[in-house]
């Protein structure tokens, strides 16, 4: 079965760049370059940040970026700032018209 | 703007089932997938299924098939999602969310505001 595994939690100081990984633990996981990320905020829906694995929507900012490397996919915030504090899930299509998210990490600025 | 908007909270007791709604505006309804996703309360999100509202075409995640039901209204542009033989474990906020214009796209965007179902006796 396909997993997707990120850190409970991140954090880092204010100004500073921190990354969030999102690793597949088993086959089934199309292809890593079409991991999208989300953000949520305590009582609100998710929110899209990169989708197709590094392409950002119009509107989201470009300290968020995205890379994939093997099985492993990252969301890095750079000049980490204070709204940036929420929780973020990784989301892929594993075929056979099914999707799975990671189980998020949530990100504290210190 | 293209938004969705779900229908509101609901209050249910163990085995019933429940129905919220999700109605599309905005874009073309009869272009884009809609997903359901949920999150149980301090949880993470977990993806139940998506639906074609064109043809309906549709498929769930397997833990809730036989449960789940989606359906879809062109008129009212508005989508339906019906799950039953609720439990205390399905107690959780059901959110609506556009995918793409083919089946594996992988994004959604927007998201509806979310529908909170609790199950208690």
């Known amino acids: 079965q396909s997993a997707l595994t990120q850190p409970a939690s991140v954090s880092g100081s204010p100004g500073q760049s921190i990354t969030i990984s999102c690793t597949g633990t088993?086959?089934?996981?199309?292809?890593?370059?079409?991991i999208s990320w989300y953000q949520q905020y305590p009582g609100k829906p998710p929110k899209l940040l990169i989708y197709?694995?590094?392409k950002r929507p119009s509107g989201v900012s470009r300290r968020f970026s995205a890379s994939n490397s093997g099985n492993t996919a990252s969301l890095t915030i750079s000049g980490l700032q204070a709204t940036d504090e929420a929780d973020y899930y990784c989301?892929?299509?594993?075929?056979?018209?099914?999707?799975?998210f990671g189980g998020g990490s949530k990100v504290t600025v210190l | 703007q293209e938004q969705l908007v779900q229908s509101g909270a609901e209050v249910r007791k163990p085995g019933a089932s429940v129905k919220v709604s999700c109605r599309a505006s905005?874009?073309?309804?009869?272009?884009?997938?809609i997903h359901w996703v949920r999150q149980a309360p301090g949880l993470g999100l977990e993806w139940m299924g998506i639906?074609?509202?064109?043809?309906?075409?549709?498929s769930s995640a397997q833990k809730f098939q036989g449960r789940l039901s989606m359906t879809s209204d062109t008129s009212t542009t508005t989508i339906f999602m019906e799950l039953r033989n609720l439990t205390s474990e399905d107690m959780a906020v059901y959110f609506c969310?556009?995918?793409?214009?083919?089946?594996?796209?992988?994004?959604?965007?927007?998201w509806g505001q979310g529908t909170l179902v609790t199950v208690s006796s």
């Open positions: 639906i074609n509202p064109g043809d309906e075409n549709r």
């Open positions: 989301c892929s299509y594993v075929g056979s018209s099914n999707w799975i």
């Open positions: 969310a556009r995918g793409g214009r083919k089946s594996n796209s992988n994004w959604f965007e927007p």
């Open positions: 905005g874009y073309s309804f009869t272009t884009y997938y």
């Open positions: 088993s086959s089934g996981i199309e292809t890593y370059n079409l």
């Open positions: 197709d694995g590094t």
